[in-house]
């Protein structure tokens, strides 16, 4: 009773290993590229703040009211 757990337990295990070889094989990044993409998020996102930060231009100062003021002609 015991061998055949023992043998099944060892099937399993066996299978496992078989299985999770093919899965474990993903490319991952490097510390180099994560520092990387690090660095361009980074330039990015202050790229952002500094656009954001920055008032917009001031358009000319034109008002509805100086151009009602302005006689109309009929």
Do not use: C
């Not at 500094?50 to 008002?63: E, F």
């Not at 003021?69 to 009929?74: A, D, N």
């Amino acid at each position: 009773m015991i061998s055949i757990m023992v043998i099944g337990l060892l099937i399993a295990l066996a299978a496992y290993f078989v299985l999770a070889k093919p899965w474990g094989k993903e490319p991952k990044a490097k510390k180099q590229e994560k520092a990387e993409i690090m660095r361009q998020l980074l330039a990015l996102s202050e790229q952002e703040n500094r656009l954001s930060t920055n008032p917009p231009p001031d358009k000319l100062h034109t008002t509805r009211r100086g151009f009602a003021s302005t006689p109309r002609k009929s």
